[in-house]
C-alpha cells in the first residue's frame, strides 16, 4: 500500500510541477508578445533599412552600408558579442534600365515590362531582335528540334499553379523554368529566353531571380529576363494572331569579379550551454528593384528583435543565442555556407537555427526539419500559442541560410518562420518589395512569434540521448 501511495504521490508532484512550468512558460510568452507589440523595435528598424540605405543587392554599396548599420544596432543592444565574419560574394551589375516592345508588323510596336535575370549576360549593345517560340515549361522545349530553336527567343510561359494553397510550393513548381531555362535553350541554339515572372498577380512588375548558365562556356550564354505577368499574357494573344510576332529587348547587366562582405553576428551567451548555440536569422541582402522589405528586411529586423526582446525582459538564455544576418542568399548563399563551415572549423555544436525569410506577413506557425521526439515536443506547446493564433506546425523544411549546418548525426533542429504567404509573391524580387507594402502590427507579431519558440527551445530542446523530465502537457 505504502508503494501505492508513494508512486500516486511522485506522478501528483511530477503533474504539478508540469503545469507549473506550463503556466511560468505562458506568463513568459504574454510578457514576450506584449513587449513586441508596445516596445518593439523591429518596424522603426525596417523602415531605416528600407529608406534609407535601399537594396541591397549582394557586391553593391547598399549591402556594405547595410553591414555597418546593423553592426551598429546590434551593438547598441548590449549584446556580449558582436562581428563580421567576412564572405566573398558574386558581384552583379543590372545597369541601366532594360527596354522590350513586341513587334507584331514592321513599324507595329507595343512596349513592355521586362527585368533582367540575376547573374545574366547583355544583350548585344543594340539590343535583340528574333522571331517567338512559346513553351510551357523546359520539359517542353526539350521536345522541339534544334533547327526550330536556333536563333529564336523561347518564352517560357508556364504560370504559377493557382489552386495550391501553400503558395511556396507553386513557386517551386515553375521557378525551373527562370533559374535553368537560360541553360536550356542555349544548349539547342537559342539566341534568348524571357520568362513569365513567378507571381500570382497579373500586373505590370516583372519579378527577378537568380538564374545559372551550369556548366555552358562563356561564349554559349545568352540574355535571360523576366517579363511581366501582363506582358507575358499580352506576348501570349499576340502569338496566337500572328505567330511571326517578334521580340526585341536591350539589356546593360554584366558580372565582375568576386568581393568581399560579411554576415553580421550578435551573441548572447548562454548562462547554462554556453558552448552550445541556437541561431535566429535572416539574409540581409536583397534583389535591386525595390528596397527589400519583405524579402528579406522583414527577417532581418525581426530576428535582431529577437535578443533585444530578451534583453529587455531581462531572460538569460541557457544555450548562447546568436543573430545571424547572412549576405548573398539571393545569388549564391555564400553567407550560409561560410557561415556553417566556419563553425564546423572551430567544432561549434548547434543545436537549433531558425530563419525568417517568407515575409514580414501575419505569423501563422512554423516548419521543422527535426526528428520526431522534438517535433512531438513542439506539438505539445500548441495550447501556449494559440491565444496568439499560431496554428500551423508541420515537419519538413527550414529556411535556406540555416540548411548547411544540418550535418549527418549532428542532431540540430532546423526550423522556418511560416507568415501567411498569400501575398508573398505579389512582392517578391519585384520593384514594389517596398516598406510600404509591410504592416506594423504583423512585423512585430513575427518578431515575437520567434522569440516565443526560441525561449521554449531554449528550455526544452531535446538534445540525442537525453529526455526532459517535465515536458509541457496539452
Known amino acids: 500500500m505504502n508503494k501505492l501511495i508513494n508512486s500516486i504521490l511522485v506522478v501528483v508532484i511530477c503533474l504539478s510541477c508540469a503545469f507549473a512550468k506550463a503556466q511560468q512558460d505562458s506568463i513568459q510568452l504574454k510578457k514576450i508578445y506584449d513587449t513586441a507589440l508596445t516596445q518593439g523595435n523591429s518596424y522603426q ?162 519579378h527577378t531571380g537568380s538564374m545559372s548558365y551550369g556548366d555552358l562556356p562563356r561564349e554559349k550564354h545568352i540574355p535571360a529576363a523576366a517579363i511581366s505577368t501582363k506582358g507575358a499574357d499580352l506576348l501570349s494573344t499576340l502569338l496566337k494572331l500572328n505567330p511571326d510576332t517578334k521580340f526585341y529587348y536591350s539589356m546593360y547587366c554584366r558580372s565582375l569579379p568576386d568581393v568581399e562582405s560579411f554576415n553580421v553576428i550578435g551573441e548572447l551567451t548562454g548562462t547554462t550551454y554556453p558552448d552550445k548555440y541556437m541561431v535566429v536569422g535572416g539574409h540581409l541582402d536583397s534583389w535591386d528593384l525595390g528596397d527589400g522589405s519583405h524579402d528579406d528586411g522583414a527577417g532581418v529586423v525581426q530576428s535582431m528583435e529577437v535578443l533585444r526582446l530578451m534583453k529587455s ?29 566556419e563553425a564546423k572549423v572551430k567544432n561549434e555544436q548547434h543545436v537549433f537555427a531558425l530563419e525568417s525569410d517568407a515575409g514580414g506577413f501575419t505569423p501563422r506557425g512554423f516548419s521543422f526539419d527535426s526528428d520526431d521526439r522534438n517535433f512531438n515536443q513542439v506539438l505539445s506547446w500548441k495550447k501556449l500559442f494559440e491565444p496568439y493564433l499560431i496554428h500551423y506546425f508541420v515537419q519538413g523544411g527550414s ?76
Not at 531572460?315 to 561560410?338: A, D, T, W
Open 45 to 206: 528598424w525596417l523602415d531605416y533599412l528600407s529608406n534609407q540605405i535601399g537594396s541591397r543587392l549582394s557586391g553593391s554599396l547598399g549591402a556594405e552600408l547595410a553591414v555597418e548599420w546593423t553592426k551598429s544596432q546590434l551593438d547598441s543592444i548590449g549584446l556580449d558579442k558582436v562581428w563580421l565574419q567576412p564572405v566573398m560574394v558574386p558581384k552583379w551589375i543590372r545597369g541601366a534600365k532594360e527596354y522590350a516592345y513586341i513587334e507584331t508588323e514592321l513599324g507595329e510596336t507595343t512596349q513592355v515590362p521586362i527585368c533582367a535575370l540575376g547573374g545574366s549576360i547583355a544583350t548585344p549593345p543594340t539590343g535583340l531582335k528574333a522571331a517567338v517560340i512559346e513553351v510551357q515549361g523546359i520539359n517542353q522545349l526539350k521536345a522541339l528540334n534544334p533547327e526550330e530553336v536556333k536563333g529564336k527567343i523561347i518564352f517560357y510561359n508556364r504560370p504559377i499553379q493557382d489552386d495550391l494553397i501553400e503558395t511556396f510550393k507553386a513557386y517551386g513548381g515553375c521557378v525551373d523554368q527562370r533559374y535553368s531555362g537560360a541553360e536550356e535553350a542555349a544548349k539547342l541554339g537559342a539566341a534568348g529566353v524571357i520568362v513569365r515572372s513567378v507571381t500570382h498577380s497579373i500586373d505590370d512588375y516583372p
Open 313 to 341: 525582459i531581462g531572460y538569460r538564455p541557457k544555450h548562447s543565442i546568436r543573430v545571424v544576418l547572412f549576405m548573398n542568399e539571393e545569388n549564391g548563399l555564400r553567407g550560409g555556407r561560410k557561415y556553417a563551415a
Open 399 to 474: 529556411g535556406a541560410d540555416i540548411g548547411p549546418l544540418k550535418e549527418p548525426n549532428s542532431g540540430i533542429v532546423l526550423a522556418g518562420l511560416r507568415p501567411d504567404s498569400q501575398r508573398y509573391f505579389d512582392h517578391h524580387h519585384a520593384a514594389n518589395d517596398t516598406f510600404d507594402a509591410v504592416n506594423k502590427r504583423e512585423l512585430e507579431l513575427g518578431a515575437a512569434t520567434l522569440t516565443s519558440l526560441i525561449y521554449l527551445m531554449d528550455n526544452y530542446i531535446q538534445k540525442p540521448g537525453v529526455q526532459l523530465t517535465m515536458p509541457i502537457k496539452n
